[in-house]
């Protein structure tokens, strides 16, 4: 652990001495090539052998690489995707990536298909550890427009893909109809994102620029935490619980935050449920009620939440918040700013969310920066956080000071 | 040289194509600020990705045709990949093919959104209304356009 300790104490240094020379302020332009240096937005996915995989999007293509050591070097990158013009890179956007009880490595991303901003959810799978990936391919057939992909794997090794699908949006507007945001799609395969089941709809009216979080109940069930669109355009979030595999239960309102807007907030939120069962969520509003990024749990299978609790400085601008729960502990990080630093700040409960330890600086960077992640191999957690000027890294959470 | 010729005229006689939006960045911002100090300036950011900002974008052609002298800077600032013929094309479209176009040089970079409005999160569209004192007005969302009427024309008695 000490080699963590290390790491996670050289990434704290104050960066104005290497600033100057990492250029942070430097325009995207010049980074044009498909490395993660280019990228904006890395999600990671640990395997069963313990090798953390990365997805991006750089150069126009979808790449993935394995890095064996904790992040710190990285095989040679693999093409997942040809190089397809304008893949959604959007500020909520990013390639997903899961591995499912076969080995499989399941890589979905959504891409925009005309100049009217009509996006394709694509699917690629690696049947062979990640050497080569089979050619990307429609989720849908629907010809509507689909974003946010969202893959989990399942206990029975199972993928559920849920997404924001405007099949429904245009089903009215063919009416005359001009209703606002999207529907929640959601489908399952059995043969590692190979083919999935028909497309259904769970939910008719949802944000459409907004990322989703995704999990399983203790009961193996899907639940999705989502930006639903409420009567009178309000964007507070709901939850719904499905009832079994295909059947997906009643929207839950997570909090009455009565943020009523026709903005795109381009800020989803994230869920995770832990092996107790506690649903918990981290989502941002703007609302009339409340401003700023909240936290929330229910013991009820999302059917109730507890009163939502304020995260961050307000002065900083607290945003883009992760939750996730591993055995004995519950992990909560977002990213603050002041205009200058950008700093990831943490916070841990030990009691399944009751109560939180005070927050803290884990990481900071002087330039651009994606959302930070939280990920786990099963026992312990990661901070994974791409950053233009210091690179990608992975901190563990435990050792991290 | 006749044909020559003829292609020329025939360019000259074409509309002005909107020049391509030049990135702003945090210098930009600053510069931006200063140059448009003392005038009443309205800086609207939107993107090409934002449905409601679309939906949006022709009122504020309107807006603009009915006050040629407004100070109207429009912003890209969408992080999906933007192609610069696509975003004049759109303003065109809109009506706003004269107004002031730049793009965000980084919307990747939270600090640049800060330094523009440290409450601003990305959401879109949002506009600034600026006022002759540099006090912010900060309109979150479509836009009431009757209060922005109100705001010019209070900016406009104050000069007075």
Known sequence: MRRFLCLALALLIPPGAVAAEHHPDRPRASCAGPTLECATAATPVFAPDGGLWLAWVAGGMVSVARSGDLGRTFAPAVAVSPVIERIDAGPDARPQIVIDGSGRIVVAFAYFKDDNWNAQVLVATSVDGGATFAPPHPITDDPASQRFPTLVAGRAGDIFAAWTDKRTVAAARAQGLSPAGAALAFAWSKDGGASFTAARIARDSTCECCRLGVGFDSGDRPVILFRALFEGGVRDHGVVTFSDSANPGPVRRVSDDDWATNACPHQGPSLSIAASGTYHTAWFTQGRIRQGLFYARSTHGGERFSTPMALGTAARHPSRPAVLAVPGALWLAWKETDGQDTTIELMVSRDDGQTWSAPRAIARTAGASDHPLLVGDGHRAFLSWLTRADGYRLIPLEAAP | ?160
């Open chain 2, 1 to 160: 040289m006749r044909p020559l010729l003829l292609a020329a005229l025939l360019l000259l006689s074409l509309p002005a194509l909107a020049a391509p939006p030049q990135p702003l960045d945090q210098p930009g911002w600053a510069a931006l600020r200063s140059a448009h100090a003392g005038q009443p300036t309205i800086v609207h950011f939107w993107g090409l990705s934002c449905g409601p900002c679309l939906v949006e974008l022709p009122e504020w052609g309107a807006l603009l045709r009915q006050r040629p002298g407004l100070d109207l800077i429009v912003v890209e600032a969408d992080q999906v990949e933007a192609r610069p013929d696509r975003i004049a094309a759109v303003l065109d479209k809109a009506g706003l093919g004269q107004a002031k176009s730049r793009t965000l040089a980084d919307p990747f970079d939270d600090r640049l959104r800060y330094r523009i409005d440290a409450g601003w999160a990305g959401e879109l569209p949002l506009t600034l209304l600026i006022g002759r004192d540099g006090t912010v007005t900060r309109v979150l969302g479509g836009a009431d356009f009757a209060a922005v009427r109100r705001w010019l024309n209070q900016q406009t008695e104050q000069h007075r």
